[in-house]
């Protein structure tokens, strides 16, 4: 099996994982506070991602050169996580997959303006983020309370103690999130990224029929072609 299948394979396994998670973000609106649910996708991560990262970078594991790129990266990642799931209490979920897939067309826009060089994947960076994002939400909880942005639902930080199916849905959040991190940092390690630039729009068609099934979300014709346009926008851009 060639490196760029290899890739592949990991990359699609990383799409109907990362899938999943959205699934349970849209399932849980209404049932735990949105802060809940974002502090326990990155927190109960944590375990796997240091098991995985140690294995990788042994003593290396917390060895950061560039502290500067990695606030940066948590700062954004940070703000990307809140919008996401937001939009997936609000709207359709193949709607939110669709514009998500939209950010290659912003990165060519800016690129010549921000970017002095072309830039290799961080792969090993996703750790860090985590535990500075958990790090920022619990101290959020703590001052702010769980109810400060976001849908509210039936539970709150309570629900962190309270042994039930919501608690172990929101660890397996936090579970299939750490390996939704890791595959996308592997498969760029195998496969070309062109190759995986065109695999993830398969994610909007997906997307669009989870939604249907679950939620009964049916696309509206603008959906439709606005998803047709980005998805052949950002084609042509990888081209």
């Known amino acids: 099996m060639s490196s760029n299948i290899f890739g592949s394979l990991i990359w699609i396994i990383f799409i109907f994982l990362s899938l999943f998670t959205h699934m349970i973000i849209k399932s849980l609106s209404g049932d735990v506070d949105f802060i809940i649910t974002l502090f326990s996708r990155f927190a109960y991560s944590l375990p796997i991602l240091f098991i995985l990262f140690y294995i990788a970078r042994k003593s290396l594991l917390f060895q950061i050169n560039n502290w500067k790129n990695i606030a940066l ?18 709207v359709p979920i193949g709607l939110t997959t669709a514009l998500a897939q939209s950010s290659a067309i912003y990165v060519t826009l800016l690129s010549p303006f921000v970017l002095g060089e072309k830039i290799g994947l ?13 790090i920022v939400i619990t101290f959020s909880i703590i001052i702010f309370g769980t109810k400060i942005f976001g849908k509210t639902g039936n539970y709150g930080i309570e629900i962190l103690i309270t042994p039930n199916n919501i608690l172990y849905t929101l660890i397996s959040l936090g579970i299939i999130g750490s390996f939704v991190q890791y595959l996308m940092a592997q498969s760029y390690k195998y496969a070309e990224a062109t190759i995986l630039v065109t695999l993830r729009y398969l994610a909007i068609p997906v997307a669009t029929v989870f939604g249907y099934l679950m939620w009964n979300e049916i696309p509206s014709y603008n959906q439709i072609i606005g998803g047709l346009v980005v998805i052949g926008s950002c084609l042509l851009i990888t081209y």
């Not at 990642?77 to 609000?90: A, D, N, R």
């Not at 961080?122 to 958990?134: F, M």
């Open 122 to 134: 961080i792969r090993w960076t996703a750790l860090i983020h985590n535990l500075i994002t958990s």
């Open 73 to 90: 990266r948590s700062f954004f990642g940070f703000v990307t996580m809140i919008m996401v799931f937001s939009s997936l209490q609000l």
